[in-house]
């Protein structure tokens, strides 16, 4: 048991060469094999370009339209903050939004107050 208030004690040992026969002999790691990532282009996001969808197919940006803001406002005040995919279903949105657009978007608009 070790007193916490002691200084503490001084171990001391000789050589390790006494000890050279009982050291075990560990395996080298494994050389992985991998495959190269493809290379970025100017407009990725990963090289600083403002980049597409963030996983999403290669389609043009959809800017949300007043009535589908409406359309989250009203989702918000009647189902909750959070259910967006329940908000998703239920109110009027363009085809590609998902549910994590709606969240995005509404942090977006409590953000510059909006809401």
């Known amino acids: 048991r070790v007193n916490p208030d002691s200084p503490g004690q001084k171990i001391t040992w000789d050589s390790d060469e006494e000890d050279d026969d009982q050291r075990v ?7 992985l094999s991998y495959r190269p990532r493809a290379r970025l282009s100017r407009g990725s996001p990963a090289v600083g370009g403002k980049g597409g969808s963030g996983g999403k197919s290669e389609s043009k940006r959809v800017r ?3 009535e589908e803001v409406e ?4 989702g918000v005040k ?4 959070g259910n967006w ?3 998703l279903e239920r109110k009027k ?5 998902s549910a ?16």
């Open 100 to 115: 994590v657009d709606l969240k995005d978007k509404w942090r977006n608009l409590k953000k510059y107050n909006h809401v």
């Open 85 to 87: 995919q329940k908000i």
């Open 93 to 97: 949105f363009h085809t590609t939004r």
């Open 71 to 74: 359309s989250l406002k009203d």
């Open 78 to 81: 009647s189902i909750g903050e």
């Open 25 to 31: 002999a560990l395996p080298s790691p494994k050389t």
């Open 64 to 66: 949300w339209t007043e």
